[in-house]
């Protein structure tokens, strides 16, 4: 079964031309399957994780707090490790994780360097973003860039990747502090005629603000049926 292996590669031949030789010379009009199959490898192995993000690439978390290795190593400008940002037991979502991912500042870095710019567009590209290096990186270095063109061909995994791996596999402790769940400023509670419930709000800029949220709330605290 699946079970039996680390990486499962399906190749596809009906409708692709793929170049076969491994010389390098793929042309414009195929896809060098060598290239291809070191790019995959490398992202069942190493560069995967678990960060979902909303269809507005507002909000950005990981499913019930689950990280990847690599995911511990994702880093703001900051340099801390975001995941950090959902620390409270009570949420695995935030928006400073959707930010972070979109905000084209994101990086793979240890506690003590940046190993290399991560893929961070905005908007998001599920499937692509993340997990991919900034495309500006050229050279043995650009095998994880986030497309792979017809005549694109790199059989050479770069000091970046080299790196990452070695990270992983040794389960480096070396991994940056986590950032803190800033995003929450305060709460406040809610008293209604019929409920009350307490409210974590992000970022509101001012008390006319909290104001005003709180008069919505209010609302259906006093027609809520039951105690949320």
């Known amino acids: ?13 009906a409708g692709i031309n793929w170049y076969l030789t491994t010389d390098g010379g793929a042309g414009n009009d195929a896809y060098d399957l060598a290239t291809f199959v070191i790019h995959y490898t490398l ?33 703001s400008p900051e340099g801390c490790a975001i ?15 959707g930010a972070a991912v979109t905000g084209s500042n994101l990086s793979f870095s240890t506690v003590n360097a940046k190993i ?18 900034d495309p500006l990186y050229q050279g ?32 480096s402790a070396d991994t940056p502090n986590p950032c803190g769940p800033t995003d929450v400023a ?20 001012g008390t006319n603000y909290q104001t005003a949220v709180e008069y919505a709330l209010l609302e259906i605290a006093d027609v809520f049926p039951s105690t949320i």
Not at 49 to 62: T, Y
Not at 186 to 205: D, Q
């Open 1 to 13: 079964g699946d079970a039996a292996y680390d990486v499962l590669l399906t190749i596809y031949t």
């Open 43 to 75: 992202h069942a192995l190493f560069f995967s994780g678990l960060i979902q993000v909303d269809a507005q690439a507002v909000w950005g978390g990981f499913p019930e707090g689950k990280k990847a290795s690599f995911d511990l190593y994702l880093t």
């Open 83 to 97: 995941y950090g940002y959902t620390v409270n037991p009570n949420s695995t979502i935030n928006a400073q994780i």
């Open 116 to 133: 290399v710019d991560l893929y961070a567009p905005s908007p998001y590209e599920k499937g692509i973003s993340v997990y991919h290096y």
């Open 140 to 171: 043995a270095d650009n095998i994880m860039q986030p497309e792979i063109p017809m005549g694109f061909t790199q059989h050479t995994i770069g000091q970046f990747a080299t790196t990452i791996m070695n990270l992983i596999l040794n389960k």
């Open 186 to 205: 305060e709460t406040f509670t809610v008293k209604g005629a019929a409920s009350t419930f307490r409210v974590a709000y992000v970022n509101l800029p």
